[in-house]
């Protein structure tokens, strides 16, 4: 008998911290999905920021330049 509640004492055990881990991870999901959102964005948006940039810059007239009378 204390064999059968010893072994399910450690099977409850068991259980409970692989939910408790499967509920940290997803708890744990969408941080990382950011954290591999900007990682792309570092690595490979660095261009298209860089040419947005440009493109923009060439749209918006020099300050210099007076309006149109």
Request: charged share 10%.
């Amino acid at each position: 008998m204390t064999v059968v509640v010893v072994a399910a004492v450690l099977t409850w055990s068991t259980v409970m911290t692989v939910l408790g881990q499967l509920a940290a991870m997803f708890a744990l999901l969408p941080s990382l999905g950011l954290l591999v959102q900007q990682l792309v964005t570092a690595f490979h948006g660095s261009d298209a920021r860089r040419n947005t940039l440009t493109d923009s810059s060439a749209a918006v007239p020099a300050l210099s330049e007076e309006p149109p009378r």
